[in-house]
């Protein structure tokens, strides 16, 4: 199973920013798709952002032109990077990765709580 560590979550005001980082097994950075869903009580989770194998990067349009999600190999960790911070953007953050975007995902990391008011 692919190992996965979300941390940077927290309370930010609207208009804020926040970076998650997501530590990932090494072997998943390098060959997977990773992506960053979120969910809010009663709601389906929701896909926010992916990045493939060859850097292509994908978004929910809710968060276009505000989070860019990145990858240090180096490190083996995901980035989301989360601008112009709105309460709707509050959630529980998952970090989560499958051998291609398209699939359903099947590896997730336990989440981290964002909080916008």
């Known amino acids: 199973d692919v190992q996965l560590v979300e941390s940077g979550g927290g309370s930010v005001q609207t208009g804020g920013s926040l970076r998650l980082s997501c530590a990932a097994s090494?072997?998943?950075?390098?060959?997977?798709?990773q992506a960053w869903f979120r969910q809010t009580p009663g709601q389906e989770r929701e896909r926010v952002a992916a990045?493939?194998?060859?850097?292509?990067?994908s978004y929910a349009d809710s968060v276009k032109d505000r989070f860019t999600i990145s990858r240090d190999r180096s490190a083996n960790t995901v980035y989301l990077e989360m601008d112009k911070l709105r309460p709707e953007d509050t959630a529980m953050y998952y970090c989560?990765?499958?051998?291609?975007?398209?699939?359903?995902?099947?590896?997730w990391g336990q989440g981290t709580q964002v909080t916008v008011s």
């Open positions: 989560a990765s499958e051998l291609a975007c398209a699939f359903e995902f099947g590896d």
């Open positions: 090494a072997y998943a950075v390098a060959y997977y798709c």
């Open positions: 990045i493939d194998t060859d850097g292509t990067t």
